[in-house]
């Protein structure tokens, strides 16, 4: 199944609802992803104001 990239936290989603946000606001059109191991240590986390580990989708 194709994975989907939640609108409001940009995590990348399986079904058709964010298991953080609570919301089924999903996008099927995203580009391409990265992982975040360490988000206190990672500088794509903090550029991307993420703040918990996880797969998150880019635009
Ligand atoms: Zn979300």
């Known amino acids: 199944m194709a994975k989907?990239?939640?609108k409001q936290c940009k995590r990348l989603v399986i079904g058709d609802k964010c298991p953080i946000c609570q919301t089924d606001?999903?996008?099927?059109?995203?580009?391409?992803?990265?992982?975040i191991i360490d988000a206190d240590?990672?500088?794509?986390?903090k550029k991307?104001?993420?703040?918990?580990?996880?797969?998150y989708a880019l635009r």
């Not at 606001?25 to 992982?35: A, D, P, T």
């Not at 240590?41 to 986390?45: F, G, L, Y």
């Open 4 to 6: 989907k990239m939640c």
């Open 25 to 35: 606001k999903l996008n099927e059109s995203w580009k391409g992803r990265v992982i």
């Open 41 to 45: 240590k990672s500088e794509i986390a």
């Open 48 to 55: 991307m104001k993420l703040d918990t580990a996880g797969e």
